[in-house]
């Protein structure tokens, strides 16, 4: 989505930075990526460690959803991935569990849960 609102305001974004105007344009060009494309993108990945957590972590094993709001992105956190899965695989027959069991992950995936 970025690339695409930058290459509407900036014609040369999405045409791999190839640059066949002039000196001044393509060093515009350059110093517009490295004082702020750069730099967001950097913070952007500080802000993710941040609310995600560090790789190879507990906290990596969570599910992270997006749901954009308007121009912005929100992140939202999920459940336990290995959760996820396991529910996943009662519920396609691929894990034989108590009946107990599969009648609670059913009625909580038919509540929404």
Not at 63 to 77: A, P, Q
Request: hydrophobic share 35%.
């Amino acid at each position: 989505m970025m690339d695409e609102s930058l290459h509407c305001h900036l014609d040369w974004w999405l045409s791999g930075m190839q640059f066949s105007a002039t000196t001044d344009q393509s060093t515009i060009c350059q110093k517009f990526f490295c004082d702020i494309i750069d730099p967001l993108f950097c913070h952007m990945s500080g802000i993710i460690d941040q609310y995600v957590g560090p790789e190879n972590t507990d906290s990596m094993w969570m599910v992270w959803y997006t749901r954009r709001l308007g121009n912005d992105l929100v992140l939202e956190k999920g459940p336990d991935y290995r959760v996820v899965e396991f529910e996943r695989c009662v519920l396609s027959g691929e894990l034989n569990v108590a009946p107990d069991m599969k009648r609670r992950i059913q009625k909580r995936h038919f509540l929404g849960g």
